[in-house]
C-alpha cells in the first residue's frame, strides 16, 4: 500500500517519488497497511477510507484498495 500511495502522489506532482519526503513522516505505513488487508477468508474489505495529507496531496486510501491522489490548492 505505502508504495501504491508514493507513486500516486508522485505521479500527481509530477515528480520522481524519491523527491517526496518519506510517507512515514505522515502516517504509519503498518498501521495503514494492516487497516486494509484482507479480511481471513481472503476477501477485500468492502468498506472504510482514510484521508489524510501527504506532500502537498490529499490522499483517499479505500477499503477495496484504491488510492486516489489530489493536488491540494496553495494558500
Known sequence: MSTTIVRHV???????????RPLY?????EALDLLFDP???GTLRASGRVIFEYS????????TGDVQATLLESS
Open 56 to 63: 502537498g496531496c490529499q490522499v483517499v486510501v479505500t477499503g
Open 39 to 41: 479480511l481471513t477468508d
Open 25 to 29: 513522516e505522515v502516517i504509519d505505513p
Open 10 to 20: 508522485a505521479a500527481e506532482k509530477k515528480v520522481n517519488p524519491s523527491d517526496l
